[in-house]
């Protein structure tokens, strides 16, 4: 047996080895420390967002004051934020008919009803994650202090980007269509119907289709929409396109599907309620 | 150890973490991860075992896992095996060269970073990553003995 370097106890090392695999394991397979986590992101963000708006905020305008130059960043600021909000209701107002068809959304009257898009703003969205790994999450704030539920529709102004998971009442998850534990029902313009789930990869889900169930052709850059069977998303939203197509076996391909909707091309949501 | 070095060290490790999330940004256009941290704690581990224990190592993996919002335990189950490892072969690795060292250690990254890619990327594994981040520890560990000594030098593990 190894000789171990003095005062090493052979028993502590394989102890607190043996701890950490279990605990590895329950979370793994039990997500049993979610909360904990959960605790942990909101604390960071809260003292990231305190320390930004009370400490560092105030330090860097007094800074940028003295140029003068502040306000015009602020100008600028605000305007780029006040066009993400515009585009998001644009992007709504656009598909306001499809919206309609859907029983759970009523924003036929969108000038006179409170209209029911819910800006929010990132404020946590792990980009090296997103681009590294299968989990593809981002964490916003509501513009009003509301509690936002789960499985809420996200968007952006170029298309859905996925949906909403409840933390409290200053904050909520989103989970991305390309999460790997997202699955959201899609459809072709040919009736045809699949689950697509996330690929784990930015803008990409996939769907395998058995062909011996149905005759069915696909082509790349053909269009996919939402079906809206989960009661989720809304049905004949534009969601993205074929981007390839992988023979798994003689009966069965797999779609590749890049989405619309890119989640770093603006800091502004909008959530349907 | 003190609980001001205590302190320090775990500081320094979320520093360490913050700037391989950072780095990684960049570096994984071109299939490399940094890992800063990992390299750290295996030259602490290996300059101080008895200090650097197995808790210690869990304890600073269930930081990181938290701060790097990861599957709880696997920064920690992963550094405490690596500790394991480094007092098992402690006598061994005392009489490698450095350069020996370097390349056991950039084997212990490459087999860390496939086991968190096992894990984190199921769906896209790519043996490239693993096999070039043996590469980039090996660079990063030249610089991590003088980073380790400029670091712990005021708190004497």
């Known amino acids: ?273 | 150890m003190r609980v001001s070095g205590f302190i320090f060290l775990t500081i320094l490790f979320l520093i360490l973490s913050s700037i391989d999330m950072k780095v990684n940004l960049f570096l994984l256009d071109f299939f490399i991860v940094s890992n800063l941290t990992y390299l750290f704690l295996c030259y602490l581990c290996f300059m101080n075992p008895q200090k650097i224990n197995s808790i210690f190592a869990a304890y600073i993996g269930f930081f990181i896992d938290l701060h790097q919002n990861v599957f709880f335990g696997l920064h920690a189950t992963l550094f405490t095996l690596t500790v394991l490892l480094i007092n098992y072969n402690y006598f061994r690795l005392r009489m490698f060269s450095t350069f020996q060292t370097t390349i056991a250690f950039s084997f212990f990254t490459a087999f860390f970073v496939g086991f968190k890619s096992i894990l984190l990327t199921t769906m896209n594994f790519q043996y490239l990553l693993v096999f070039l981040s043996f590469f980039s520890a090996f660079v990063s560990y030249l610089i991590i003995p003088s980073l380790g000594k400029l670091l712990t030098n005021k708190i004497k593990l």
């Open chain 1, 1 to 273: 047996m190894a000789r171990l370097p003095d005062r090493s106890s052979r028993f502590l090392l394989i102890s607190t080895f043996t701890i950490c695999l279990l605990i590895l394991f329950i979370d793994f397979r039990f997500n049993t420390f979610k909360p904990v986590q959960n605790f942990y992101n909101s604390s960071s963000l809260f003292i990231q967002i305190f320390s930004k708006d009370f400490i560092a905020s105030p330090i860097y305008s007094s800074i940028l004051s003295i140029w003068d130059t502040k306000r015009a960043k602020d100008e600028i600021q605000v305007l780029k934020e006040e066009l993400d909000k515009q585009l998001i209701k644009n992007y709504v107002i656009s598909n306001k008919e499809i919206l309609n068809r859907n029983f759970f959304f009523d924003i036929s009257n969108l000038e006179n009803t409170n209209l029911a898009l819910l800006p929010a703003k990132v404020v946590s969205f792990d980009v090296n994650k997103y681009r590294c790994c299968d989990k593809h999450r981002m964490f916003l704030l509501p513009e009003v202090s509301t509690l936002v539920d789960s499985f809420k529709v996200v968007i952006n102004s170029e298309g859905i980007i996925g949906q909403s998971i409840k933390i409290n009442r200053n904050l909520f998850e989103v989970i991305l269509l390309s999460d790997k534990s997202h699955k959201i029902p899609i459809q072709n313009e040919n009736e045809f119907y699949c689950e697509a789930s996330g690929l784990g990869i930015p803008k990409k889900i996939f769907c395998d289709v058995d062909l011996t169930l149905e005759e069915t052709s696909f082509e790349l850059d053909q269009q996919i929409f939402s079906s809206g069977l989960g009661g989720i998303f809304p049905k004949g939203i534009e969601i993205g396109s074929i981007y390839e197509i992988q023979d798994i076996s003689p009966k069965e391909v797999r779609l590749i599907i890049e989405l619309n909707a890119n989640p770093l091309s603006s800091n502004y949501f909008g959530v349907l309620q």
